[in-house]
């Protein structure tokens, strides 16, 4: 079968596509003929293997695992021992973060964390959810009608429907990303945009009763000016340094704040209820591309970059 494969940590460069066996589903395990895999941030972390904890999980040295791409969408061809539930000719998708795949014709996956995807959902918008969405309904969780959110990378796919649940909730949202996506997200209905490049929001004197951070920077002491009182800050990815200095420092220095890691439970309950989220209208992905299989290294270019607005879709059945 094809899959974009690398052996070693770096940019696109390292990335290559290439006939490799066909993958046999090991003990709880579903193989499923992909018909769409999203681009996450976290594709290309793994690629690059940083921040230096991605090799904790992904292999410290080089990657254990040759083929990305993790939110996968595809029909059931075969099933592992011990399976149950689903059928040959199936429907799926998941959000397979830590055994990922999904960059080739076939994966194999685990079952605990696949959900048969509604009719109602294409494939492309199917393959945006699991992730992004999941990270959208868990940082959105308890805003109240006028509260002040803001979302440094909003113009990513979890942040475009982090924005989209909020505005629903009758929060004002303060959107931050890089100067190419300012236009963009101030017409998706964001209350304020800045430029990070030109503005640091915790200099601006305003304040947040949430921070939804996609890759932090700073740590606990300018988070905390930007909170308002009782506000929490949760940041989802950044370096080594900056998230201990979150997690350990930010319950010295919060006073009366809650500054901290979002936790997203991921798995099966939670891409139901994304899924059903998407069935009601409440999250629209914004797909910036759908590409064949070949366009991975340019994809994962473009999401290192910052230059997605939204997300990118993988179709292997692309010529």
């Given amino acids: 079968m ?12 390292q990335l290559r596509l290439e006939e490799i066996d066909m993958p046999e589903p090991a003990k709880g395990e579903i193989r499923v003929k992909v018909l769409a895999c999203a681009v996450n941030l976290s594709d290309w972390e793994y690629l690059t293997g940083a921040p230096a904890w ?11 695992v040759p083929v990305l791409g993790s939110d996968i969408v595809g029909i059931v061809d075969k099933l592992g021992e011990g399976v149950s539930g689903f059928k040959i000719g199936q429907r ?6 830590m055994t990922r795949g999904g960059f080739a014709e076939f994966a194999c996956v685990p079952a605990d964390e696949t959900v048969a995807v509604p ?12 992730q992004a969405g ?36 009758g929060v004002h949202v303060t959107a931050v990303d890089n100067a190419s996506k300012t236009e963009w997200l101030a017409s998706l209905g964001a209350d304020e945009v800045i430029d990070y490049a030109k503005v640091n929001f915790t200099e601006t004197g305003q304040t947040w009763d949430r921070i939804l951070d996609m890759v932090a920077t700073r740590g606990p002491r300018e988070i905390s000016r930007a909170l308002a009182e009782g506000g929490a800050y949760m940041a989802l990815g950044g370096d080594v340094p900056t998230l201990l200095s979150i997690v350990f420092g930010g319950k010295l220095l919060s006073r009366g704040k809650s500054i901290g890691m979002l936790l997203v439970p991921s798995g099966q309950d939670l891409t139901r209820r994304v899924a059903e989220i998407a069935l009601q209208g409440r999250i629209v992905p914004h797909i910036d591309a759908v590409l064949p299989i070949a366009s991975v290294p340019e994809a994962l270019a473009r999401t290192g970059k910052g230059r997605v607005l939204g997300k990118i879709v993988i179709k292997p059945e692309l010529a």
Wanted: aromatic share 6%; net charge negative; hydrophobic share 45%.
């Fill in 2 to 13: 094809k899959a974009v494969i690398y052996d070693r940590y770096g940019g696109p460069e």
């Fill in 54 to 64: 991605v090799r904790m999980v992904g292999g410290l040295f080089k990657p254990k």
């Fill in 92 to 97: 799926v998708m998941g959000d397979y973060v």
């Fill in 119 to 130: 009719d109602a959902l294409s494939d492309e918008i199917a393959a945006c959810i699991p």
């Fill in 134 to 169: 999941g990270i959208a309904v868990a940082g959105t969780d308890g805003l109240s009608d006028g509260d002040r959110m803001l979302i440094n990378g909003a113009g990513g796919g979890s942040g475009t429907m982090v924005m989209q649940l909020a505005k629903a909730a």
